[in-house]
């Protein structure tokens, strides 16, 4: 069995987080999601429409996801793969590079994002009334 694991927040859910998630699936049998904490959130300034819980539900109920466990924070990501017993690392291609130090322990792949959809455009078009 392939075990595959990506992060993400997951703040107003749209077709890109789906098609990464169900990108990220197909490499493997078994996919675990890692949904950020609205603590771990706050660190990183962001700020969400939902709730961790919510956001978690959300994923937890897509078919293609296996596992949804909290991301609290940078340092978790090699526990997690050890202790997830995962093949592959995925990751949106904005973060290049910055995960491959878990090649070590893993296969780090970086798919392509869907162009012209994010969570950050999509905050921004409603605050404009758009």
Known sequence: MIRVLTYGTYDLFHYGHL??????????DY?????????????????????YTERAQIVEALKCVD???PEENWEQKTDDVRRN?????????????????????CKVVYLPRTPDISSTDIKSQIKQGK
């Open 19 to 28: 098609r990464i998630l169900k990108r990220a699936r197909e490499l493997g």
């Open 31 to 51: 996919l675990v999601v890692g949904v950020s904490t609205d603590e771990f959130n706050a660190l990183k300034n962001k700020q969400c429409v939902y709730p």
């Open 67 to 69: 596992l949804v466990i």
């Open 85 to 105: 017993n995962i093949d592959i690392f995925v990751m949106g291609d904005d973060w290049e590079g910055k995960f491959d130090f878990l090649r070590d322990y």
